[in-house]
């Protein structure tokens, strides 16, 4: 028997979801804290905010929009100097991203068209459960090639991380 649409898409959820995470723990794993904590400027993101940032949103849109969790988000303090040391922001991210995935491969076919609005008032609309995922997958990809990025620019060397390619 072959996979439902709902399941195809909360399975390739998962994957992207999963595919970031693994890029990310290879930059990661080749940066020192000071690297992990550096800003060019004032105006600009650490890699360590950017990951205080997803861990917030998905926290927000999946663990409270989907879940039903608690909205313990407090979005403009996850592009302040981190108070906690990189290993606790790395633990942080993991533990939500691992959470965010099981509701993302749990949640049922027919809720998939329910309604959520994680953030009133943000100036994002309410909409369905499938395009809330659809924007956090999107999102946590989008901030992870800015992290693949500024890894580039810290070590100074191509990262390999994806398939072999000619050079």
């Not at 039903?68 to 403009?76: H, K, L, T, Y």
């Not at 991203?97 to 953030?119: H, K």
Request: hydrophobic fraction near 40%; proline fraction near 5%.
């Amino acid at each position: 028997m072959s996979e439902t649409i709902p399941e195809v898409f909360r399975r390739y959820s998962v994957y992207r979801l999963e595919q970031s995470e693994r890029d990310l723990n290879r930059c990661l794993d080749r940066l020192t804290d000071e690297q992990i904590l550096h800003r060019s400027a004032p105006h600009e993101n650490s890699i360590a905010n950017l990951l205080q940032h997803l861990a917030g949103n998905m926290r927000q849109w999946i663990l409270h929009g989907i879940a039903g969790q608690p909205d313990v988000r407090a979005r403009d303090a996850e592009f302040l100097l981190p108070t906690q040391t990189v290993n606790e922001i790395r633990r942080h991210f993991a533990e939500t991203l691992a959470a965010a995935r099981q509701v993302i491969a749990e949640v049922p076919d027919q809720r998939l068209l329910e309604i959520t609005n994680p953030q009133p008032g943000s100036g994002w609309e309410a909409m369905t459960l499938l395009e809330a995922i659809s924007h956090v997958v999107g999102h946590v990809q989008q901030h992870t090639g800015q992290i693949i990025l500024l890894t580039k620019q810290q070590v100074g060397a191509d990262l390999d991380l994806t398939i072999p390619r000619k050079r």
